[in-house]
């Protein structure tokens, strides 16, 4: 299926743009930040270091790095006229995904930071503006998901790391170190992923020279797309689903024979195991538990009875799956999965704003028309 | 410049979906909505009936008509949770534009119906959902302005129309009805025009299949841009520059003479007279006054200016000059021209959601890498 110009539907693999922020080889099952491995960074590295790789171009050297976070960690704290208003903004959300709340909770904070258009602000105006959005979607996603079951936000721990924070909000207490570790292994190996559907979208607002939360609450609109951002917890849903071990393979095989995808398998771009789930896999691992082994056992099955029904798909593990089963071991409620999620792809969507202003130009692309000619006289009402 | 793709860029011209929505053709100084030329829709139609056109395919008979007006009527009464917010989201954008605050609300607003994911809903679901955010996006203009001014919002009015109740929110009493046609017919004009950025962006999130309140936030950031939707009261602060007509050739020979961009001149589509504009300087002529004729001849003297100085280049009057001026004269504030362009274009963009929804398919395009070659060794900490 291709547009009347021959370019692939949904413009895939059609290259838009150049960029210096990262990229997916898919055949080699390997993707990067910058020159990096993003698995090597996620092993070896700090959220913060990688943070900083994203936003200034480079991994931090002790004094940037320190520098790095004492500007970052007082931005965590929210404006209290933003603080004020997330009781209304997570009430009004009953119906609505976390997610909703979470982008109207954004939108607010950029309108109260004042940013300004990207069109008019330089390079350093725009990584402040960058670093005070993203060191703020952690504090929201927590106090908007504390309020929403009738508790009081927990502040920002000024002595806690990123992930470490994170939880800390959420729980109101600090982390087993395990877990913030691999919290941030996870924030780590999402905060950038190609060209897709929400980093084009940032990147199409910041064209238009919008200012950069304009930019990053429209991302954040994509990313709600069950196609784009929404399958982690359905992943574990399933586990849910198929319930105990001995299960599995029957639940499965009718999954598969209906005809149901089969969440948390099989990637658009890898042809190979995702990266991300092998890392992920090992985290969960380390972190064990009976629910981790049981989510073991069920990808194992899964990948065989794929194996057996769609012979040559190579279908594999994708980052969804042990994403959810991390997540859930280390006290991430299901509902915080694509929020979480979100927290740490802000980093990449505004690193691909702030590459978009340093060489704008507006993205605006055509349409075919395929209706009735026009033009056609027009009726007397 | 074309990227590697040998495509131009900003994917100018590049054909990327097909629609029955409208369409530009520049050359022609013509544009439709559907089969129909937008200039005549303006001069023949009301707002609701090309609201109708955009949103059900077809315009309306006398039944449809009325069925139509009693639908959306009362979706113009903003819901209790959302108006109890206004007071805040008004008062965060203080440093912010009106729009900002407009695109918080919209989200809080779209979170609170609770709409479901494009991907999930059906197009009758998606026709209710876009005729509601439609239909409020008026009054949540209005409602934060009036705040934003330290007044009460004016509740819609049952009996008028959406132009006319529009004006009355307001101002809190019922407009001049040549007024209120013709803001009503600046409201058809720009309803829709082609495939610009907004329209784009809210179709790449639609493609993820996340709700049509997601897509409309998004777009609604990408009209924030200056390069896109910012400019209408940019022409009239040109206009406020000049002072008096007899100031007119000096001031925009000057401007020209220092490579100033003037505001309201030239398009990126049209290479002859801008159609809106023509209709819009008809408009403002038959609202008159002063200030319409000092608008009238700061035109002529700018392009008599761009003519002389860029000679061959058909520079001519864009929407944004009379849309200024034409909102100017009924009273609209100029922070609150492009939130009311917002008014209309949403009409567009939701039709453009429902068309991607009915056939849709992810737009997730590639970007070239071109940094530093990758994997480096990731250096310890």
Chains 1, 2 share one sequence.
Not at 149 to 165: D, K, M, Q
Not at 183 to 205: K, M, P, W
Not at 342 to 370: D, F, K, M
Request: proline content about 8%.
């Amino acid at each position: 299926m291709t547009t009347v110009d021959g370019l692939p539907a949904g413009l895939q693999g059609v290259v838009v743009a150049d960029t210096r922020v990262g990229d997916v080889r898919g055949e080699e099952g390997f993707y990067h930040y910058r020159q990096y491995s993003a698995v090597e960074l996620a092993e070896r590295r700090t959220f913060e270091d990688v943070w900083h790789l994203l936003l200034e171009g480079e991994l931090p050297g002790a004094a940037d790095r320190a520098a790095f976070a004492d500007r970052a960690r007082p931005l965590r704290t929210l404006p209290p006229a933003v603080l004020r208003e997330l009781p209304a903004i997570a009430a009004a959300g009953e119906r609505a995904s976390p997610l909703d709340a979470l982008r109207t909770a954004v939108s607010l904070l950029a309108a109260d930071l004042g940013l300004r258009p990207t069109l008019d602000a330089g390079p350093d105006e725009l990584r402040g503006d960058a670093l005070r959005v993203t060191a703020a979607v952690p504090t929201l996603i927590a106090a908007l998901w504390r309020l929403r079951s009738g508790r009081e936000p927990v502040a920002p721990h000024p002595a806690l790391a990123t992930a470490a924070n994170y939880l800390y909000m959420l729980h109101g207490e600090e982390p087993d170190p395990a877990h913030a570790r691999a919290v941030e292994q996870y924030l780590i190996t999402t905060v950038d992923h190609g060209f897709n559907s929400s980093t084009f979208t940032a990147r199409v607002i910041a064209s238009t020279g919008a200012d950069l939360g304009a930019a990053v609450v429209g991302a954040m609109g994509a990313l709600s797309g069950p196609l784009h951002g929404g399958a982690p917890s359905r992943a574990l849903d399933m586990l849910d689903a198929i319930g105990t071990p001995d299960r599995a393979a029957a639940w499965v095989r009718t999954a598969v024979e209906r005809g149901d995808r089969i969440m948390g398998f099989g990637h658009r771009v890898y042809r190979t195991e995702d990266p991300r789930s092998r890392l992920l896999r090992g985290i969960a691992q380390e972190l064990g538990g009976e629910r981790v082994a049981f989510a073991t056992e069920v990808e194992r099955t899964v990948l065989d009875v794929l194996a057996e029904h769609k012979p040559g798909r190579g279908l594999s593990t994708n980052v969804e799956f042990y994403a959810g089963v991390v997540m859930d071991a280390c006290g991430i409620p299901r509902e915080l999965f694509t929020p979480t999620f979100t927290a740490s792809r802000v980093v990449g969507w505004c690193a691909h704003v702030l590459e978009q202003a340093s060489a704008n130009r507006l993205i605006r692309p055509a349409a075919r028309y395929v209706g009735p000619p026009p033009p056609q006289p027009v009726p007397a009402a």
